[in-house]
């Protein structure tokens, strides 16, 4: 594929995604590709609106110079998220490129609003649209390169996971239906009176519009501070158990500092008889292995368990059955069971997912329920805690 080679040829040791620089030059060449394309579409589609007299053109040749300001905006975030940690940012500056990705959804909208009201003041005030075969041909031929600049991104926005450029393909994608609307209007306009013009200009703006809020959408949430993916958590736990002495793993939090920069705190549970000096060195290894395989900086909190007993086994199983049968998401950590003077009580953490509406007495009710199909059910004291995401 063309898009391939292109990076092949501009991008040096383009297969290594996983690096910094490779993924900032693959950024960087998207934005220059980007602005190429879109400037010499805008000044095509200008000179082909200035000789018909189509708004509808006129909005779609703006679009694309709404979109070569877009490339630029990309260049200008790629490069100030590449910039190291300082005092001001302790932990980098890679949310710039959600920035970056904002900027470009904003310009979107404003370009879609402008030409919404120009569009339906051509439909109200229709002016005559002289366009010649040929220059219906020229449009057709310029979707060509919307349609291959769509792939590009798309296959950039992929290797390197970048919500920037993903944007930047859906906002291609939007461009081809204007100008295949545009195109329509060209060709019915001269066989009616209707405003068709107008109306296809309307459309256009209309699809402009729409692209924008979702690209909003979608490089807002990572700014506000959006759950992890399941699938990066599950990992990094899976990992965290492989380590020696590392007997559990819970309350893991994490904070995106840009693509694959990743900060995380955990509880890692740890036998309560192994040495202090032991139980550092361990979990300082632990984050180390995290750090070798993973995108995360990850600062290990140690919990001592002390799960020896077959009697405090067996409860800590009651216990997890139960809440698995009240909420299959529950999770139960920091198990202790304890004689009090008034029999046995277990002190332990609940997890519970965000998605669970149920405040904590009616847990403690449904949970202290499940338990009754036990003999002389113990006391149950619960600490809550609800989860990152979920």
Partial sequence: MIQKLLIKCFVRDCEHTDSPEVRLNCGIFSGYVGLAVNVLLSVLKFTIGLISGSVAIAADAVNNLSD???????????????KPADREHPFGHGRFEYVAGVVVAVVIIAMGLNFLVESVQRIFHPQPVQISPVL???????????????????????????????????DSLSDIA???????????????????????????????????????????????????????VEEMRSRLLKCRGIRGVHDIIMHN?????????????????????????????????????????LLLHCDPCHRSGPRTREWQDKVENAAAEVNPLFKIYD??????????VLEFSLLVPHSCSADQPEIEKQLAKAMQQYPSPPRLKITLVRSQGG
């Avoid at 950039?156 to 920037?164: E, H, K, V």
């Avoid at 068709?196 to 924008?212: E, I, Q």
Wanted: hydrophobic letters at 50%; a negative charge; charged letters at 15%.
């Fill in 178 to 232: 204007g100008t295949i609307v545009v195109l329509i209007s060209a060709a019915a306009d001269k066989f009616t009176r209707f405003p068709v013009d107008g109306c296809a200009g309307f459309l256009a703006a209309l699809l402009v519009f729409y692209g924008g809020i979702r690209i909003l959408r979608e490089t807002i949430n990572p700014l506000l501070g959006e759950p992890p993916g399941p699938e990066l």
């Fill in 335 to 344: 198990f202790q069971a304890r004689r009090g003077p008034d029999g046995m």
């Fill in 136 to 170: 219906i041909a020229i449009m057709a031929g310029s979707l060509l390169f919307k349609v291959w600049l769509f792939f590009f991104y798309r296959h950039i926005g992929r290797l390197i996971d970048s919500r920037t450029i993903q944007a930047m393909a859906v």
């Fill in 68 to 82: 070569a300001g877009n490339s630029v905006v990309t260049v200008f975030g790629f490069k100030m998220a590449a």
């Fill in 257 to 297: 500092y840009g693509p694959n920069q990743y900060f995380a705190t955990a509880h890692a549970e740890v036998d309560i008889d192994t040495d202090i000096f032991a139980v550092h060195d361990l979990l300082e290894q632990a984050e180390a292995e995290i750090g070798k395989h993973m995108p995360v900086h």
